[in-house]
């Protein structure tokens, strides 16, 4: 077993070798040196020495209250704290991932989602075809069911569409446009074309980490005497369902709600 200073020495070597390891992993992704997936393997091996990071500091922490010996304060500390923060997000995002659906395409109309046009010369080579594929078979609850089944029962209650009337308007369905360019700059979504005769917003957003990119399209319809929006939200690059288009709808719908 190594010594007191040992350990703070040891887990503070393996929590700055976690750390370099991520940023790599993170710069690597941003820059456009890695694929994603190859960041992500990179990601495993910072978690691995974050967690070893941890146990020596967690034996660190143990030795020093025990013996009420603050020998090595400095790194032992240093290495555990900086170990919990650097494991925190991918071991939030794991849960999160692990309870929630394999969705990477998630739209608020199953049976007519809007469309990608302008997102379509951004798209490069490996993008996630551009078609919406309800039919899909994925794993939910134990069974398998389709995207379209797996939406409407799992976000049924959040991802209530935008409809209703517009007293007095000669035309719903441009009110409706206009509130819904309101609400997506709202989102602080990065619009990459807008037409209020089409009645379609489209917009990009990229997570915090890794800077994986969304492609948003939104569109006000008429519907009977007034107007609805729909909008829907799919990973450019990965198949992998972490909730985030999810989040993205329902922020939408926040920020449209809250007019």
């Known amino acids: 077993m190594p010594s007191q200073l040992a350990a703070a020495r040891s887990g503070f070597a393996a929590f ?4 370099l390891i991520a940023a790599a ?3 690597g992704v941003r820059l456009g040196v890695l694929a994603y997936v190859d960041g992500y393997r990179l990601m495993i091996l910072a978690v691995a020495a974050g967690l070893v990071a941890l146990a020596l500091g967690g034996l660190w922490t143990a030795r020093a209250l025990k013996r009420n010996d603050g020998s090595g304060r400095r790194l032992g500390l240093t290495g555990f704290i900086g170990a919990l923060l650097l494991l925190y997000p991918p071991a939030a995002n794991t849960i999160r991932r692990l309870n929630t659906p394999a969705l990477y395409d998630v739209t608020t109309d199953t049976d007519d989602p809007p469309h990608f046009v302008e997102l379509l010369k951004q798209r490069g080579a490996g993008a996630n075809a551009p078609a919406f594929d309800g039919a899909r078979q994925i794993a939910y609850d134990g069974e398998m069911h389709t995207v379209s089944y797996v939406l409407h029962d799992h976000y049924f209650n959040q991802l209530r569409p935008a409809a209703g009337f517009v007293p007095g308007a000669a035309d719903p369905g441009a009110v409706y446009f206009w509130r819904d360019f309101e609400a997506v700059k709202k989102t602080g979504w990065t619009i ?8 379609r917003i489209e917009a990009t957003t990229a997570s915090f980490w890794f800077g994986r990119i969304s492609d948003i399209v939104v569109e006000a319809r008429a519907s009977g005497r ?3 929006t729909v909008i829907r939200s799919q990973s450019r690059y990965d198949q992998i369902g972490d909730g985030a288009n999810g989040d993205h709808v329902k922020l939408f719908l926040e920020k449209r709600r809250a007019r």
């Open 16 to 19: 700055v070798l976690a750390a």
């Open 25 to 27: 992993a993170i710069a």
């Open 192 to 199: 990459v074309a807008f037409n209020d005769k089409t009645r």
């Open 226 to 228: 007034g107007a609805r």
